[in-house]
T-cell receptor, first 113, second 112 residues
C-alpha cells in the first residue's frame, strides 16, 4: 500500500519568513495530494491540493509543488504569520481523492514573533 | 451552510462498553470516510462508505468495529467491547463525487 513520509516533524521560523514542508510517497499510481492544517482540538482543514496533471498550484501565500518523477511534493508558505502556527499534514490518494487518504505524520509549524 | 457535524465531541467509556460515534456529512455529500488519530500521530484511514454501501473497509479492524451510512440519517461508527487501545480521536470526512474531503471536528474517545 501507499506510504507517505513527511519532514521535518517540527519547524520553527521567524514571523515573515518562509516555511517549506516536504513529503514523499511510494505508490506511483497516486494522483491526488492534499494538504491539511490542524489546530489544537480541531479537525483537519483542507488548505490546498494538487492533482498529478499539474506541477504547481498557488493560493495567495500558500503554494504546493509536485515532482511525479521523484515522487515528492512540498508545501510552501510565504510571509508567515502567527496564525499559521499549527500542525500540517500531507496526504496522497490513488483514487483522485475518492478513496481513503494516506497521511504523513505531520509537521508542527511554530511561528516565532 | 453547515460543515461536517460529529457527535458527541467527547465520549468516555469503560472497558467492555460500546461506543457509537455519529457523523452528518455536508449537505449533498454522498461519500463518508472515517479516520482515527492517535496522540502525536497522523490520521489513519479506516473505512469509506457511500449511501447504504461500504466501499472500502481495509483500514478497519476486523473485530469489534463496524460502520454504516444508512439511506436516512447520519453515518455511525460502532466500537463494541472497547479496550484502552481504542482511545483516540475519530474523524469523519465527507465529499461530493470524486472531490475534496472535508473533515468534521472529531470525537475524542477515552476508555477508562
Amino acid at each position: 500500500g501507499e506510504n507517505v513520509e513527511q519532514h521535518p516533524s517540527t519547524l520553527s521560523v521567524q514571523e515573515g519568513d518562509s516555511a517549506v514542508i516536504k513529503c514523499t510517497y511510494s505508490d506511483s499510481a497516486s494522483n491526488y495530494f492534499p494538504w491539511y492544517k490542524q489546530e489544537l482540538g480541531k479537525g483537519p482543514q483542507l488548505i490546498i491540493d494538487i492533482r498529478s496533471n499539474v506541477g504547481e498550484k498557488k493560493d495567495q501565500r500558500i503554494a504546493v509543488t509536485l515532482n511525479k518523477t521523484a515522487k515528492h511534493f512540498s508545501l510552501h508558505i510565504t510571509e508567515t504569520q502567527p496564525e499559521d502556527s499549527a500542525v500540517y499534514f500531507c496526504a496522497a490518494s490513488v483514487g483522485g481523492g475518492a478513496d481513503g487518504l494516506t497521511f504523513g505524520k505531520g509537521t508542527h509549524l511554530i511561528i516565532q514573533p | 451552510n453547515a460543515g461536517v457535524m460529529q457527535n458527541p465531541r467527547h465520549l468516555v467509556r469503560r472497558r467492555g462498553q460500546e461506543a457509537r460515534l455519529r457523523c452528518s456529512p455536508v449537505k449533498g455529500h454522498s461519500h463518508v470516510y472515517w479516520y482515527r488519530q492517535l496522540p502525536e500521530e497522523g490520521l489513519k484511514f479506516m473505512v469509506y462508505l457511500q449511501k447504504e454501501n461500504i466501499i472500502d473497509e481495509s483500514g478497519m479492524p476486523k473485530e469489534r468495529f463496524s460502520a454504516e451510512f444508512p439511506k436516512e440519517g447520519p453515518s455511525i461508527l460502532r466500537i463494541q467491547q472497547v479496550v484502552r487501545g481504542d482511545s483516540a480521536a475519530y474523524f469523519c470526512a465527507s465529499s461530493a463525487d470524486r472531490a475534496e474531503q472535508y473533515f468534521g471536528p472529531g470525537t475524542r474517545l477515552t476508555v477508562t
